[in-house]
């Protein structure tokens, strides 16, 4: 486990403008505050320096090197610290999200709808339903959540006292992302709104990020009184209390909240599950992804990235040490650094708008679309079992179903033709979607399932359907006037059964980045690895770029070799499969 610094370990309070309130409804409580000792904003601290970001409860701040400052007391004024707390400040924001722990359904590419043990969304519900992270900062967080159907009402069809007209599929209005904070509410959207993967969450580099999970048990299983926890994998909190092992802290019973707290590390793709008996709650569709935006994406525009590297050896916690053995009582290189400096200054500048998977130094992990998939299986016949109150067969555990995000093909390029993904219209001659259907959504693109309660529920809002511009890139960064748009592959398999393969025919994978570290060597040379396919085991990530420079405009296709996984259990088509649309 990393260690961050004592601060990480000072609970967060809120800002004497906003003084906790005690909720009633059993034990639903949700937290998200708009201040912290490491994030003050404008509040008053006492101590010595400058916060970095003046506004943390709502924006991000440019990233220009650690500043050292005090603090003597907290945002509220409640406590007080002697000595001082003394912090290096990186600048970085709050960020919140809440979900639910319970079941739900989905719907497999053969039609057959399976039950699920789940995590749903219970803020950022408009943008996970657009495929986005739900992650949001305090301004939008606590809003109040406004939104609803047609009719006014939540998911279950109960209406929202609260509905004001907003829909609750849009991606951007605080009234549709904001948490759902009231036990009524918190019990009438999570009940079977399991989604699969579990809610996208994403963040910066330096972020404090507050996760609350309410347990709202099981409505197909009453017989289970099954506890929850969130365990973010490979990822390196200050203390094993937030770790969600619960050999090592707790688990949240039925009809309770906890918030979770995480200082943002290392960047890189990491993913979530609970950790409740792994081999059920993760077979069963308790999993989800995570990524962790660099520093380096705030950069300020026109700096050298190099400089950013430079800055962040003055920063204990990610400072390589390069070009050492020890001189003058200074360390030695240190060979967990997750960003080691390049071997050179390339003269690589930052723009507005630029983005990395890594804190590289070089610009050679920029990249201009964000594409999470996530690699998953389910066995049909675990699942039923497990809705039928029956014996779990661990030993028979044999997936039938090959997910990626939670569709098998060819749901995972469930997009209307002619509509818009990232930015950029599908060409008329692409036929790999669906015309004319009300499933998956003709806005959104997510898959509804009909639950138990007879309602519709968005389970499946994540296509991995990936467009990208032969000449949508920024000019000159590849070294010729016309660049393609690179697009930022993020798997994680979150498989507990199989290994799986994917092959890239015709558009070659960077592989940059492997269980959120950079393939870089201490000596600051870069080792990525050119390939057409790569192999990932349960518990792995892996970091891969598809550059659309020079490549012909075109329908490509990111499958996997293994013919027995391009199947939807008896039907025998489809599988781990989904489609690269090049255009000019």
């Not at 000595?83 to 290096?88: I, M």
Request: glycine share 12%.
């Amino acid at each position: 486990m990393g260690l961050m610094g004592i601060a990480s370990l000072v609970p967060a309070v809120v800002s004497a403008q906003t003084p906790p309130v005690e909720q009633g409804g059993g034990s639903f409580r949700v937290q998200c505050p708009t201040a912290t000792v490491r994030h003050p904003g404008s509040t008053d601290t006492g101590g010595t320096g400058t916060v970095v970001n003046p506004h943390p409860e709502s924006a991000d701040a440019p990233y220009a090197g650690p500043q050292v400052r005090t603090a003597t007391k907290d945002p509220s004024g409640t406590h007080t610290f002697s000595p001082a707390l003394t912090f290096v400040d990186n600048g970085g924001a709050i960020r919140c999200q809440e979900i639910s722990g319970g079941d739900g359904m989905m719907t497999e590419a053969d039609g057959n709808q399976t039950f699920m043990f789940a995590f749903g969304p219970l803020s950022g519900l408009g943008a996970i339903q657009n495929g986005q992270p739900g992650t949001e900062f305090p301004v939008v967080f606590n809003a109040p959540y406004t939104a609803g159907d047609s009719s006014g009402n939540y998911q279950d069809g109960q209406p929202n006292p609260l509905y004001d007209g907003t829909s609750a599929s849009d991606p951007v209005a605080p009234g549709a992302n904001a948490a759902i904070s009231d036990p009524a509410g918190i019990m009438n959207t999570g009940v079977l709104n399991g989604n699969i993967p579990a809610p996208l969450i994403a963040f910066n580099e330096d972020d404090e990020f507050f996760l609350t999970l309410s347990n709202v048990g099981m409505i197909m299983r009453p017989d289970l009184f099954e506890q929850h926890t969130v365990h973010f994998h490979g990822y390196p909190n200050a203390s094993s209390f937030y770790d969600g092992v619960p050999d090592a802290t707790w688990a949240i019973n039925i009809g309770g909240s906890v918030t979770y707290y995480y200082l943002a590390p290392d960047a890189g793709t990491y993913f979530w599950h609970c950790h409740i008996t792994p081999p059920e709650h993760l077979q069963m569709g308790m999993v989800g992804q995570l990524y962790v935006r660099p520093r380096q994406n705030r950069t300020v525009p026109g700096t050298d990235v190099y400089q950013t590297s430079l800055n962040q050896q003055k920063d204990l916690r990610t400072a390589c040490n390069p070009g050492l053995p020890a001189v003058s009582g200074q360390p030695g290189p240190d060979i967990l650094c997750s960003a080691p400096m390049p071997a050179k200054d390339v003269g690589f500048i930052h723009q507005a708008g630029y983005k990395y998977v890594y804190n590289d130094g070089d610009g050679s992990t920029r990249y201009d679309i964000d594409v999470p998939i996530q690699i998953h299986g389910f066995d049909p016949n675990f699942h039923f079992v497990g809705m039928t109150f029956n014996p779990e067969g661990f030993a028979d555990m044999k997936d039938k179903y090959f997910l990626l995000n939670g569709r098998s093909y060819p749901d995972t390029v469930g997009i209307p033709p002619g509509a818009t993904v990232d930015g950029h219209a599908l060409p008329a001659s692409w036929t790999g979607g669906v015309s004319g259907a009300t499933n998956p959504d003709p806005n959104t693109y997510a898959i509804s399932t009909t639950d138990t309660d007879n309602n519709n529920r968005p389970s499946q809002p994540l296509p991995s359907l990936i467009v990208l511009s032969a000449s949508g890139g920024p000019a000159n960064v590849c070294g010729q006037a016309v660049c393609g748009q690179r697009a930022a592959l993020r798997f994680a398999d979150l498989d507990v059964t199989e290994y799986q393969t994917l092959s890239s025919v015709g558009i070659p994978m960077l592989m940059v980045g492997f269980n959120a570290k950079l393939l870089r060597d201490q000596a600051g040379n870069n080792l990525y690895i050119k390939t057409n396919s790569i192999t990932l085991g349960g518990g792995e990530s892996m970091d891969v770029i598809l550059d659309s420079t020079g490549i012909a405009p075109g329908t490509y296709f990111l499958y996997t070799p293994q013919l027995d996984h391009l199947s939807n259990d008896a039907e025998n088509f489809g599988g781990l499969m989904t489609e690269v649309v090049v255009i000019p």
